[in-house]
């Protein structure tokens, strides 16, 4: 089961809110994305809410109000908690009425404005945790010029291992340390000697880097023992938030073999507090093939409606800003763009492999795609990658340059989907800053 193209998707919608009919807002009432906030510096919980134009819908206090019926008004019953968690759990029908119930509620001329109006919060008033309680965090390595670039710098005629492109790569990552808007210190670690038969070194990791990435929420999950089949894999999907799986580099190349990275990927991941539903990217779904020189998946990762619609057309970039340029008032400086649709394996694929031998997801999980590189340098989604294995400085415009992350730099992910004939929708901002190691 997957949604289709319905009224709420309709370009002609405008919304009473103002904010959201200006074409530079990341959301109109076309996309109305979810995340658990409250008001900034208050003691209040952390409760659901869904973003229209510059304000949020407090969907706790609209559940009090009881203003919907039926499969709407269970759906918005189970936002609140103080995480989206319960509405996870209720599937694709519940979360499409309470999309269907939100969109007519919003839209110019509503008969529910009088009802919603006071229950707006300005984004700029709110600040936010996680959307959802995150059990489990699987990170998979789905871009092909991401793992061609990085295998290139260890294995000049041999990138890609044999398995590449037949295996969805992935691996269990820590869900403990995923956050919102983190601030965290640099990691620190063992390193590689100096020379070879000497004891490793310990200290703050010199390489640390960004990993652009898109998160991919589950929402109903599966029994433990059950697969979920590449037809179905969709209607198990809640949503998209932007995802930075931050590397300390360093730290990983000594301690990666034999079993993958621990200490290097533990200590921060941070999200967009924004999930774009998987109904609000329904228009920007697009082609997913390989070329014919390509090995094509085994049947269990392919379908003719796969191939069809399988990849989804997001536009993301990734910008800088240091101590100096915000001393300087200077604009970050943006390093890179790519697009998901040019990753090597698919939304619905991870999901069905991820179950293919009983693994049970469950309501809240995420999965990470790997780094989203594109096919051109310019569209690199790491500084591993942009500076050549850390041989070429990323020369910045207020004159700094940087190999690698240093303290006080903030990086700032966004992301965005563009189609003729619809209106622009965005995820809202990732962001996170360094600071000083805790030696």
């Known amino acids: 089961m997957t949604t289709a193209?319905?009224?709420?998707?309709?370009?002609?919608?405008?919304?009473?809110?103002?904010?959201?009919?200006?074409?530079?807002?990341?959301?109109?009432?076309q996309n109305l994305p979810y995340a658990a906030f409250r008001r900034k510096g208050s003691q209040e919980s952390f409760r659901p809410g869904v973003a229209i134009g510059d304000q949020i819908v407090d969907l706790a206090a609209l559940a009090a109000a009881k203003p919907f019926e039926g499969a709407a008004a269970e759906a918005l019953a189970a936002c609140q908690g103080d995480s989206l968690n319960a509405l996870m759990a209720l599937g694709q029908a519940h979360w499409s009425a309470l999309r269907l119930a939100l969109s007519r509620a919003l839209r110019e001329g509503a008969a529910l404005r009088a009802t919603v109006e006071p229950l707006l919060v300005a984004q700029a008033d709110a600040e936010y945790t996680t959307p959802a309680r995150i059990g489990d965090y699987t990170d998979f390595y789905i871009s092909v010029h991401h793992a061609t670039a990085i295998g290139k710098q260890f294995r000049p005629d041999n990138p890609l291992l044999p398995n590449y492109k037949w295996v969805p790569i992935g691996y269990h990552g820590r869900a403990s340390s995923i956050g919102v808007d983190q601030k965290f210190p640099r990691p620190v670690?063992?390193?590689?000697?100096?020379?070879?038969?000497?004891?490793?070194?310990?200290?703050?990791?010199a390489r640390l880097d960004y990993e652009l990435e898109l998160g991919i929420f589950v929402g109903t999950g599966n029994a433990q023992g059950d697969r979920i089949k590449l037809a179905d894999a969709d209607a198990?999907?809640?949503?998209?938030?932007?995802?930075?799986?931050?590397?300390?580099?360093?730290?990983?190349?000594?301690?990666?073999?034999?079993?993958?990275?621990f200490l290097s990927k533990n200590f921060a991941s941070t999200i967009s507090p924004w999930i774009v539903t998987m109904e609000a990217l329904e228009p920007f779904r697009t082609?997913?093939?390989?070329?014919?020189?390509?090995?094509?998946?085994?049947?269990?990762?392919?379908?003719?409606?796969?191939?069809?619609?399988?990849?989804?057309?997001?536009?993301?970039?990734?910008?800088?800003?240091?101590?100096?340029?915000?001393?300087?008032?200077?604009?970050?400086?943006?390093?890179?763009?790519?697009?998901?649709?040019d990753a090597y394996w698919n939304v619905a694929q991870l999901i069905t492999h991820h179950t293919v031998n009983g693994c049970n997801l469950q309501?809240?999980?995420?999965?990470?795609?790997?780094?989203?590189?594109?096919?051109?340098?310019?569209e690199a989604g790491s500084m591993l990658e942009l500076n050549h294995g850390g041989k070429q400085?990323?020369?910045l415009p207020w004159g700094e340059k940087r190999t690698f992350l240093q303290d006080g730099d903030q990086v700032i992910m966004r992301a965005e989907c563009v189609?003729?004939?619809?209106?622009?929708?965005?995820f809202g901002e990732c962001s996170g800053t360094v600071l000083p190691a805790r030696v």
Not at 238 to 259: H, K, M, T, V
Not at 420 to 426: D, E, L, V
């Open 236 to 261: 198990h999907v809640f949503g998209l938030c932007i995802l930075n799986d931050w590397s300390a580099r360093d730290i990983q190349g000594w301690e990666y073999q034999p079993l993958g990275p």
């Open 393 to 395: 400085p990323i020369e």
């Open 363 to 378: 309501p809240g999980d995420m999965l990470g795609t790997g780094t989203l590189s594109g096919p051109q340098p310019s």
């Open 5 to 29: 193209i319905n009224e709420t998707h309709d370009p002609s919608l405008k919304s009473w809110v103002a904010s959201a009919n200006t074409g530079a807002s990341d959301f109109p009432v």
């Open 419 to 426: 189609k003729a004939g619809y209106p622009r929708i965005g």
């Open 189 to 205: 670690g063992q390193t590689r000697p100096a020379n070879e038969g000497e004891a490793p070194q310990f200290g703050p990791c």
């Open 287 to 341: 082609q997913w093939n390989r070329g014919p020189s390509e090995p094509q998946p085994l049947p269990y990762l392919a379908s003719d409606a796969n191939r069809a619609k399988g990849a989804y057309d997001v536009q993301m970039e990734v910008l800088l800003a240091t101590e100096q340029s915000r001393a300087g008032k200077q604009a970050p400086a943006r390093l890179s763009r790519s697009n998901f649709r």
